[in-house]
């Protein structure tokens, strides 16, 4: 199986993304979405890809978004919290600079992750969690067919403030 789309594809994380990785990581515009409260050292980000080598030992999966047309990183999109046992996964994006959004590239991406889940891993379900304000990840998510599963009140905090934090998730249809 292919994990291309039309307009981009996806290939695992390597050691020659660390820079970029680093730079996305570190940059404060995305701390809120990934609760990130400290910077990445270069060796935290290299130690990161190294793990991620093995899906079933360390339970996550990281992959870059690459555009077909100019062959560009855009962003990531990650499985982690993998459960081969009970059989589900979560799931985040980040589409990493505002003049990628907004053109279906976390659609695609997603759409391609969730084939993968359901086809290669044999997943039976995706989550994720979103802050409340975040319409975007909402509008996304819901439209790959996620649905809300529930709210936690005042959950997420950043800048003082509190938000709710939001789990969606999608079951899976099996092949079997």
């Known amino acids: 199986m292919s994990l291309s789309g039309k307009h981009i594809y996806l290939r695992a994380v390597e050691k020659d993304d660390a820079g970029q990785v680093f730079l996305w990581e570190n940059n404060p515009k995305n701390w809120k979405v990934s609760n ?12 990161l890809i190294e793990q991620q ?8 999966l990281r992959l870059v978004i690459i555009t077909q047309s100019e062959q560009r990183a855009v962003g990531v999109i990650d499985l982690y919290d993998v459960n081969f046992k009970h059989g589900y996964a979560a799931v985040g994006i980040l589409i990493a600079e505002d003049q990628d959004k907004g053109k279906g590239i976390a659609t695609e991406a997603l759409s391609i992750l969730i084939t993968y889940c359901t086809e290669i891993l044999e997943l039976r379900n995706l989550y994720c969690q979103i802050h409340g304000d975040n319409q975007a990840s909402i509008s996304l998510f819901e439209k790959a067919g996620f649905v809300h599963a529930g709210t936690r009140k005042n959950w997420l905090r950043f800048k003082n403030e509190y938000f709710d934090e939001l789990t969606y998730q999608l079951c899976l249809k099996s092949k079997n």
């Open 53 to 60: 080598s093995d899906l079933r030992k360390s339970g996550q």
């Open 36 to 47: 990130t409260e400290v910077p990445f050292s270069m060796f935290d980000i290299i130690q």
